[in-house]
């Protein structure tokens, strides 16, 4: 092995950091506390200013005219739910969510955690204008709930980790699914038609073969487009392009292995180089490992992990700190007394609880089993974190409201929730 160059003990502490699974969750947080910090500043002018600065998209008659913020709403959070898809088709193929008996219960205890919340909301806001928020405290954080299980500490069985990841997987399910349904505006028939034939050419290309990234994400632009001209979410477009990807490889685990050996002898073979540079022979070997490692790929995967590292580091925080400013005034506690923050804060922190662990519960009375290893405290610590619903929450929270003071009053809500659902999650797992 050669020596590490200068600028691999650079990059080095950075990937290292960037690779540790709660650090999106870290990265996420400063984004917020930076969003609250500039907006209660001397310069919250100046965040105002930037979410509005437009940018225009188009030729002709044909041009797409949005701010900054919905830029980064509409646009950069369809690359968020195109992962998220990415997600559920890998868990519902190979993971967490392909068995009956591994899915049911997660599922089940998501739907626990989305129902309640929305009936402590709806309880608290009916009759009201605000009514057509339910859907705010239904979603988990997956980014902050799985950061705030690792600081809980070591001890935690990886299987309560599986536990969590698929109950917010499903979670992340049902809230696309509120999402479509709920939460797109009146709908052109045109544009939509248009999006779900470009869906069915995608869906083509896979059961034709067709393995190029490239076609796959320059389709599913253009149906993010039309349905962003349809008045369905576009975000939906995402998670609807993610199930179009092959996840299939186009040779076998076996034969992958039998030919990498064969080729590595050939490597071997050829006479050594003292050379910076290999031969020709030695280069023709190494394009047959690649085109072979590809072909042992599935494009699912390998768009999944190189996007992922965008949406945890670059989307997700972009989009706290355009949807987080919030002003926190010395009437602050007071400014909670309203319907909207309280139904929001009770469904996440109270409701995410009852629902989660209720649906467990009933789940285990019926025959189901615990995660492996796990006890009754630690679910009562997941139940808690579940109650974390910062990124889906805003996102739904600006769908349901057009009136600004109820998006802020919704945020409020969602920002103490998350904190005290954090902190008391945090709490009951260290002491489990």
Do not use: C
């Not at 979670?171 to 939509?192: K, N, R, W």
């Not at 039309?226 to 092959?246: D, K």
């Not at 409701?351 to 290893?373: D, R």
Request: proline share 4%; hydrophobic share 55%.
């Amino acid at each position: 092995m050669r020596p590490s160059s200068p600028i691999d003990k650079i990059t080095a502490p950075v990937n290292k950091f960037i690779h540790q699974e709660h650090t999106s969750g870290i990265v996420l947080f400063i984004s917020v506390l930076v969003a609250i910090i500039w907006v209660n500043s001397p310069f919250e002018y100046l965040y105002h200013q930037l979410w509005d600065i437009h940018f225009s998209l188009g030729f002709g008659n044909h041009i797409l005219d949005h701010s900054l913020h919905l830029w980064i709403n509409d646009g950069l959070m369809a690359v968020f739910f195109f992962v998220i898809g990415l997600e559920l088709k890998r868990e519902f193929m190979a993971g967490e969510l392909s068995t009956i008996k591994k899915a049911s219960l997660p599922m089940v205890a998501a739907l626990g955690g989305m129902l309640v919340p929305a009936l402590i909301y709806f309880i608290i806001n009916k009759g009201a204008a605000s009514e057509h928020g339910w859907g705010i405290p239904m979603a988990t954080d997956i980014a902050f709930a799985l950061a705030l299980l690792s600081i809980a500490g070591k001890h935690i069985p990886s299987s309560v980790k599986v536990f969590l990841s698929a109950l917010a997987v499903a979670d992340d399910l049902g809230a696309v699914l509120v999402i479509a349904i709920f939460y797109s505006s009146h709908i052109a028939l045109a544009p939509l038609t248009i999006g779900v034939w470009l869906l069915v050419v995608l869906l083509i290309g896979n059961k034709m073969g067709i393995r190029s990234i490239a076609f796959y994400l320059i389709v599913g632009f253009a149906v993010w487009v039309a349905f962003l001209l349809s008045g369905v979410h576009a975000t939906i477009a995402g998670v609807l392009v993610a199930f179009t990807i092959p996840a299939r490889t186009r040779i076998n685990e076996k034969n992958y292995a039998d030919s990498l050996r064969k080729l590595l002898f050939d490597f071997e073979k050829v006479i050594p180089n003292n050379s910076t540079l290999t031969t020709p022979e030695q280069h023709d070997t190494i394009e047959k490992i690649k085109k072979l490692s590809t072909e042992a790929e599935t494009p699912l995967q390998k768009v999944e992990f190189a996007l992922h590292p965008w949406v945890a580091f670059v989307v997700m925080p972009l989009f706290a700190l355009a949807n987080a400013g919030i002003v926190i005034g010395p009437h602050f506690f007071s400014s909670l007394v309203n319907p909207v923050s309280m139904g929001v804060a009770a469904g996440l922190l109270a409701g995410k609880f009852i629902g989660v662990l209720l649906a467990t519960w009933l789940m285990v009375k019926f025959g189901a089993a615990l995660p492996a290893q796990s006890t009754w405290k630690q679910i009562v610590g997941v139940a808690l974190l579940a109650g974390v619903g910062f990124t889906m929450s805003l996102f739904i929270s600006g769908l349901a409201f057009t009136d600004t003071e109820m998006v802020d009053q919704a945020k409020y809500g969602i920002l103490l929730a998350s904190l005290l659902a954090g902190v008391l999650g945090v709490v009951v797992l260290k002491r489990s």
